[in-house]
């Protein structure tokens, strides 16, 4: 079972770190609320991709994984889809670079969290993108599907809603294949 580290001191809908631990892919929770939308939480998932320790990345905004040179037209798509409450969730294809400092593709996964009618978590996921391993896309696709029902059904159980419809979004493969002709 994979750990969960988190800012304890943030009110989080019931059963959603149970939910991070037992994920087989990246997840990761963001406080829309805090300045800067930092992490409040990730799994063992996300620091096996990125390289980082919790201890270093909790409390930060996740733009640390971008490269120094930048990460192109991209970001502002992202901070665009944060910042504009109509957008529920949206996926992003984003070059990162690990502790290490070795690039990668970053297929980033990102869905609002509501209560009391206002969006005030992030929910998101990430997926290495690796050609050399097709079809794992597909596998990612079922295992974040599978992880978004189980935490509607939690959620309305306490007062969450899940703002977006990762079904409703084009496949990761798709979003993979768009991404190469950009
Ligand atoms: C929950 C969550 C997870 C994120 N994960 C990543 C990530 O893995 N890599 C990345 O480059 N950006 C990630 N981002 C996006 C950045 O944190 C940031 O929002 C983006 O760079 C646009 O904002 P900025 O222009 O203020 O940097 C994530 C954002 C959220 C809310």
């Keep these: 079972m994979s750990r969960t580290f988190h800012d304890e001191s943030v009110d989080l809908p ?3 770190l149970t939910l991070f631990q037992r994920s087989r892919v990246s ?3 963001a406080d829309l609320e805090q300045p800067d939308c930092p992490l409040i939480a990730a799994n063992d998932h996300f620091f096996e991709l990125c390289g980082y320790r919790a201890d270093e990345v909790i409390g930060q905004n996740c733009r640390f994984l971008q490269p120094a040179c930048g990460a192109g037209p991209v970001r502002d798509r992202m901070r665009q889809f944060i ?3 109509a957008l ?3 996926k992003f294809v984003v070059p990162n670079e690990t502790k290490g400092g070795k690039p990668f593709l970053n297929l980033i996964y990102m869905s609002k969290l509501k209560r ?3 969006p005030r978590l992030i929910l998101g996921s990430q997926f290495r993108i690796n050609s050399e391993r097709a079809g794992m896309a597909e596998l990612y696709d079922r295992a974040l599907t599978e992880d978004l029902r189980k935490l509607n059904l939690l959620t309305t159980e306490s007062n969450w809603i899940v703002l977006g419809s990762f079904e409703a979004l084009a496949s990761s493969n798709a979003i993979i294949a768009q991404a190469r002709f950009e």
């Design 116 to 118: 009391g009618g206002k």
């Design 14 to 16: 019931e059963g959603l």
């Design 88 to 90: 529920d969730d949206g």
């Design 27 to 29: 997840l990761t929770l």
């Design 83 to 85: 910042t504009d409450e």
